[in-house]
């Protein structure tokens, strides 16, 4: 297409000729609206070429985007590790961000990678982020969108998530099998929907088995760190002694965390405490106790995670329709010394 | 510059109009001689807007390309971390791939980030890298290009690493002034630079300590990993019962390999055998016992690594001369309860 022609386009549509030449090359800062008319137009003199439809719909970047909140973290380098095999595989290139749990870095991340004209992101959403309008932007701008882990719920997109409340739920029915009654929790931040959940499960297990929930034994640790873990397992023998059964705890790292307060204070693990925590990292298999898990199987969920946002790629490149799909990774209590 | 234009100057060249046209924006596929044959022709005609040149020059992608060997390794994670904060500070964004210790991949990964057209590349090398040609092809792309840890000593680029030969030498002197004379040594893969100068580290001690060198204390962790330091301990203590003293380790992750396989004998830590790895990861501050390790700082690593690649980048954006840096990290001894 000539400059002549742009500009005719330009002039018919009220436009700058480069939002036209952005429109006709698919760039994601032209609305969708405006590389409608465009598209329209254009394909309705008799002097364009067909191709111009065809690459609005088939350019790609062979670049995908993806946002974690954490990068020094057991779980979020094994699925990354997944989705940059899997990647690899396709000949896609990653752009890798980590929001540093901070809502506004997020929103800033996702302008970048539109602009950046990635053809699709992969999101874990940091704890602080309460509006989704960063999310709804990715989708008015036709870019397949998937969620992991940390995900928005009411969000239109792919996710994939493990069943949290089931999880904890069958964690804590099988510290009250074994016998235990007084189970405290040590729970994550209060946004997260995965922390959210996982606290309903601990709450319900409870419920079903006729132990009335004390809200005295639930301890808030909204980094989920060792530091976390250490400090309420402190405040637990302040506020409770050694009247309590068991612990079971929003991850590994807090866990394991109480675990060094507990072996420093001589409190027996099992027999005065059980811990169990939640995402088996790797260096609960080799602490003093060992400790009992919930497996999060992160390489599977990084693995379904890109194939879906793959799928829906493949989907938009042939003019499909993209159905969103809902992805519940299977988890497994993993018993070791600690319970 | 109107197709015509183009035309001429593929003519006169005997080249595609594509590739002049790739060439005068600056497109990696296409060689340098091509690109100043291109650019001396359009020059000197007359109708040649002098932005070429410029845009030759100030073409960038605000994107950097980083190779790493794998990414579920504390060290590495934290290397990342620096760089995607340092990145974001300048509006920059990471393309991160790993090689899987892939000498192949490697390669081919290097091709794809200099067909994006990335700014600059931060790269620690594959255990199987022998060949540096793909290394030369980006400094040949006058792509300024960022070694660290696993460098190629010879080639000519901008290296960050730390002093491995001085780190495990005082390692093993410190063990030496603890009493301790007969110190196996479980080294790394072959290949490595970082691997050898630990090794060398290792017997300038002994020599320098009048302790000869006894090549059965050495065994072989070509993974470096927790499995290769379970193993080699079950070795060591097979060839030689417990008349060792010392095991210092080529990583923590093999060094807690050796201790869980100790604590499973009932050989005491460190009164029979005192053990000192090497990269300070988190998980050996909380093992039993805690783990006598030297830091590496993988955050200072990358931080340094990307301030010299964003420095070069400058320097290569203002037409600068790049002149190549050799920075090298402090560690530290860092003491615990394995010796």
Redesign the interface.
């Known amino acids: 297409m000539t400059k002549t022609t742009l500009k005719e386009i330009a002039d018919i549509l009220d436009l700058s000729i480069s939002t036209v030449s952005k429109a006709l090359k698919g760039y994601p800062d032209v609305s969708q609206q405006t590389k409608k008319r465009v598209l329209e137009l254009t394909e309705s003199l008799s002097y364009t070429p067909n191709t111009f439809a065809q690459s609005l719909r088939s350019r790609t970047s062979k670049?995908i985007g993806v946002i974690i909140p954490?990068?020094?973290?057991?779980f979020f380098?094994?699925i990354?590790?997944a989705i940059?095999?899997e990647a690899?595989s396709r000949?896609y290139?990653?752009?890798?961000?980590?929001s540093?749990e901070d809502a506004q870095?997020e929103k800033k991340?996702v302008d970048?990678?539109l602009k950046?004209g990635v053809d699709g992101i992969l999101m874990s959403l940091s704890n602080k982020t309460h509006n989704f309008e960063h999310l709804q932007k990715i989708i008015d701008y036709n870019i397949p969108l998937v969620l992991f882990d940390k995900i928005a719920k009411l969000v239109p997109c792919s996710k994939v998530t493990i069943d949290d409340i089931k999880a904890s739920y069958d964690a804590v029915q099988f510290l009250i099998n074994k016998g235990h009654q007084r189970i405290a929790y040590f729970r994550g931040d209060l946004n997260p929907q995965n922390s959210i959940d996982r606290f309903l499960g601990y709450k319900k297990a409870l419920e079903d088995n006729d132990i009335a929930f004390d809200p005295s034994l639930v301890y808030l640790c909204p980094d989920a760190d060792?530091k976390d873990g250490y400090t309420a397992a402190e405040k637990l023998i302040n506020d409770h002694g050694t009247s309590i059964d068991a612990v079971h705890s929003i991850t590994d790292l807090t866990a394991?965390g109480a675990i060094?307060y507990f072996?420093k204070k001589n409190i027996r693990i099992p027999e005065d405490i059980a811990v169990l925590g939640f995402s088996n990292w790797?260096?609960s298999s080799?602490?003093?106790p060992t400790l009992s898990s919930v497996e999060q199987n992160a390489g599977k969920m990084g693995e379904e995670s890109i194939r879906i946002l793959f799928d829906e790629m493949d989907s938009k490149q042939k003019g499909m329709t993209i159905k969103h799909q809902k992805i519940v990774i299977d988890t497994q209590l993993v018993l070791r010394n600690s319970c």
Do not use: C, G, P
């Open positions: 670049t954490a990068m020094v973290h057991y380098s094994n990354i590790d940059l095999r690899e000949d290139m990653v752009i890798l961000m980590q540093n870095l991340q970048l990678l950046k060792f394991i060094n072996n790797f260096m080799i602490i003093t």
